[in-house]
């Protein structure tokens, strides 16, 4: 249960002063009856994008659009306990924004159904796009754009039950399953005519899965595209100047930003100065990041109601935080092994406090590139963009064997 050492306050984190902002470089992005008035979002990540790291993301940028982590429809259906908890929210947070991830129209409307009844959310996202092989291989994620029946029938579900109570759907995908096999074209425009208020894109294919580069010109041809609703750009967005350089290649009219934000939740502060023409930049001390690594984990603590579990979490937050900074192998390891709030302030007061922002060696990917690899698929699934029945079948109990969250 939670102590009083758990319970803190939020202080606004701290920023250099610069420049004052000027002009703005992109207007605040409108999805449905939403206005975000910082046009970036934050793009669903696995074991990340709980309502904790939310929570932190926001005291830097409260203006942007903030996504949970990815929701199986499944899941949602059966009110799985786990997953009850991922669609959770603070009481400040808004729009509250909710990824479902579902290749099954029936299971994805009943489970927007329960969204949308219960006020539960204010916006859902589909995602199309995660590239993970027990996904693949069952017709789910960044596979199911190449059937395109399939493809419309889940976001037209989708955009039907928001539409009863005004909430908006936006579609999130990759550019294709290879190079063979691109569908970001085709599932924009299809994504577009049945109703979407916004798609973003994940500039990579899903045999890339998170290596190489991500491909800016596919954002462009969408955009061109997709006329009458936002057009999003992801990948490769390691800073602001990353942003803002998206935008004026791309013409897109907001950002994605994933991997990023790891170990760094101000860079929102960062892309919010950005997108007002600002130089503003946030560059703390590892004092300063350590404050930020002790509230991350005190909100795992609350989050998840257990002090151990908590700080579980918070470890493999560690390396991300501390990227370029002097702390030395043996400190790293400690805390890689934290067990206790207790025991992560001790180590934290060992910490130089006083080390300055290392600049370059803090700055740039984060998180695990990996490398290029065959998709996992069903059998015979770029055979047609039609469903044979053996797929159909197959698709149908696909979100059974992807885990609750």
Avoid at 109 to 134: S, T, Y
Avoid at 219 to 244: C, E, M, R, Y
Avoid at 387 to 405: I, K, M, T
Wanted: charged residues 20%; proline residues 6%.
């Amino acid at each position: 249960m939670l102590t009083a050492q758990t319970t803190l306050t939020a202080p606004q984190p701290p920023m250099t002063a610069v420049a004052q902002s000027v002009l703005p470089v992109l207007p605040a992005l409108p999805i449905g009856r939403h206005t975000v008035s910082t046009p970036v979002v934050l793009a669903p990540m696995a074991g990340i994008t709980n309502r904790a790291f939310r929570r932190l993301c926001r005291e830097h940028a409260p203006g942007a659009l903030y996504v949970s982590e990815m929701i199986t429809s499944r899941a949602l259906v059966e009110r799985n306990a786990e997953t009850m908890r991922l669609i959770e929210h603070d009481a400040d947070e808004s729009p509250r924004s909710v990824q479902l991830y579902s290749v099954d129209p029936v299971t994805a409307r009943a489970a927007a159904r329960i969204l949308v009844q219960e006020d539960r959310a204010d916006h859902i996202d589909l995602n199309f796009g995660c590239p993970v092989p027990k996904v693949t291989r069952k017709g789910g994620g960044s596979a199911l754009p190449w059937k395109r029946d399939l493809f419309r029938a889940i976001v037209a579900a989708v955009v039907a039950e928001g539409a009863r109570r005004d909430i908006p759907v936006t579609v999130k995908m990759r550019i294709g399953i290879d190079d063979d096999h691109l569908t970001y074209l085709d599932a924009g425009v299809a994504a577009e005519q049945e109703g979407a208020a916004a798609v973003a894109l994940h500039a990579r294919t899903a045999a890339q899965h998170y290596s190489g580069y991500a491909v800016w010109p596919a954002i462009t041809a969408l955009k061109q595209a997709v006329t009458t609703i936002p057009v999003l750009g992801n990948g490769d967005i390691w800073s602001a100047d990353d942003a803002v350089r998206m935008v004026a290649e791309t013409g897109c009219d907001g950002v994605v930003v994933g991997r990023g934000c790891l170990g760094r939740p101000w860079l929102f502060a960062d892309l919010a100065a950005a997108f007002e023409g600002s130089t503003l930049r946030v560059q703390p001390t590892l004092g300063e990041v350590a404050d930020t690594m002790r509230r991350h984990a005190a909100y795992l603590v609350e989050f998840y109601d257990d002090e151990n579990r908590g700080c579980r979490d918070i470890r493999k937050h560690i390396a991300w935080y501390l990227k370029g900074f002097p702390a030395g192998g043996t400190m790293r390891q400690h805390l890689a092994l934290v067990d206790s709030l207790a025991a992560l302030d001790r180590l934290l007061d060992g910490l130089d406090a006083d080390a300055p922002w290392p600049g370059a060696d803090a700055e740039g990917q984060r998180g695990r590139a990996g490398t290029p690899k065959r998709v996992a698929l069903p059998d015979g699934w770029l055979d047609s963009p039609d469903l044979s029945p053996e797929q159909q079948a197959l698709v149908a109990q696909a979100e059974l064997d992807v885990s609750g969250g």
